[in-house]
Structure formats: structure tokens, C-alpha cells
């Protein structure tokens, strides 16, 4: 079946820094969305890119619509403490009935 | 506007217990409902959708079943819980028609002892 391999799995950095996460597949997708969770709540969705070679950007987050269509990335600028959570890309496949999610990529940020 | 509620927000079962989690969306029709697990720190794990009404869809063989009696309800069930069965259980929906975006309910906290 379809997977996206969303990298880094985890990371930790310094409040300010910036922050770049992406996913990959073998598949080519119609659509990529990147979400945040926050523990013990539901995904939140962050960005939706719907055209190859999309930028996006949604205050301090940036989000890519690979060329290709079989990749994305997410940047996020100057990181707040409110950052911290778990960040995951989804793809939609044109056709299929279910998004493809990524295994999610952790964030802890130090003061 | 649309929203998606699940209920209840936790809950404690003794192993071998029934299970019945409801996930409802208002203010849209004929959706896609998707019935998610996530374990502690891990990433969504689907078990289950419906492209409409009475349609289930199982993605992951398992202790678990789902229905869908009404356009906007989507139902979990197990007739005995196991202790595997402990996560976080999440619904999402999506619109069928327009394919662009997926929306998460609050979730269910699931412990089984």
C-alpha cells in the first residue's frame, strides 16, 4: 500500500530556531495536509496544499507541494513554546477514499 | 459551519466489557467518517471508514466493529474489550464530494484494565 516517510521522527531545538520537517512517497498525491497535535487532543490541520509546486504560508509556517507531487515539507520560523506537539503530513491519492499519513515528527523545544 | 463531536472524552473498561464510542458531525451531508487509534506518542492507525450509510470499510482485522446507522453518525463497538484495545481513538470526517480537507474530532482516551 501506500506510505509516506515523514522525517525527522523527532527533534529538539532552541525557542527561536527554525524548523524543517518533510515526507516522501513513491506515490504521487492530489493533495497534501499537514496537521498538529497537541497531547490529548485531535489533529489540527495547519496547512492544505492542493496544486504541485504550491507554497503556502500560515503566519510563522510554510508549507510545499513538491514538483513531483510525491513530496511536501513544512518549515516553521522563530519557534514559540506553543510549537511543541507532534506534527503530521497526510496525502490523498485522486481516486482512494483515505488520506496516507505520515508517523508524525515530535517537537520539544527548549526555553 | 461544520463540527465533529465524539463522546465520551474518556473512559475506563474492565477487560471483556462492551464498547460503544459515537462520533457525530453536524452541518454537512453525506460525509466520509473515519474511525482512527493512536497509541501513546505513536502516529494514526486506521481501523475503519464509511463513504455513506450502512457502508463499512475495515482497514485492520481486529477486536473491534463499526457502524454507521445515520448520514452523520459513526459508531466504534466491541463486544469484549482486551487490554490491547487501550488507546486514544480518533474521528475524522471529510467531505465526499469536494476531497480537500480532513477534520479531526476531540477523541476518546480509552483504558483498559
Known amino acids: 500500500g501506500q506510505q509516506l516517510n515523514q522525517s525527522p521522527q523527532s527533534m529538539f531545538i532552541q525557542e527561536g530556531e527554525d524548523v524543517s520537517m518533510n515526507c516522501t512517497s513513491s506515490s504521487i498525491f492530489n493533495t497534501w495536509l499537514w496537521y498538529k497535535q497537541d497531547p490529548g487532543e485531535g489533529p489540527v490541520l495547519l496547512i492544505a496544499l492542493y496544486k504541485a509546486g504550491e507554497l503556502t504560508s500560515n503566519g510563522r509556517l510554510t508549507a510545499q507541494f513538491g514538483i513531483t507531487r510525491k513530496d511536501s515539507f513544512l518549515n516553521i520560523s522563530a519557534s514559540i513554546p506553543s510549537d511543541v506537539g507532534i506534527y503530521f503530513c497526510?496525502?490523498?491519492?485522486?481516486?482512494?477514499?483515505?488520506?496516507?499519513f505520515g508517523q508524525g515528527t515530535r517537537l520539544t523545544i527548549n526555553p | 459551519s461544520q463540527t465533529i463531536h465524539q463522546w465520551p472524552a474518556t473512559l475506563v473498561q474492565p477487560v471483556g466489557s462492551p464498547l460503544s464510542l459515537e462520533c457525530t458531525v453536524e452541518?454537512?451531508?453525506?460525509?466520509?467518517l473515519y474511525w482512527y487509534r493512536q497509541a501513546a506518542g505513536r502516529g494514526l492507525q486506521l481501523l475503519f471508514y464509511s463513504v455513506g450509510i450502512g457502508q463499512i470499510s475495515s482497514e485492520v482485522p481486529q477486536n473491534l466493529s463499526a457502524s454507521r446507522p445515520q448520514d452523520r453518525q459513526f459508531i466504534l463497538s466491541s463486544k469484549k474489550l482486551l487490554l490491547s484495545d487501550s488507546g486514544f481513538y480518533l474521528c475524522?470526517?471529510?467531505?465526499?464530494?469536494?476531497?480537500?480537507?480532513?477534520?479531526f474530532g476531540p477523541g476518546t482516551r480509552l483504558l483498559v484494565l
Open positions: 497526510a496525502g490523498l491519492i485522486q481516486g482512494a477514499q483515505k488520506l496516507v
Open positions: 452541518g454537512t451531508s453525506n460525509p466520509n
Open positions: 475524522a470526517w471529510i467531505d465526499g464530494v469536494l476531497w480537500e480537507t480532513q477534520y
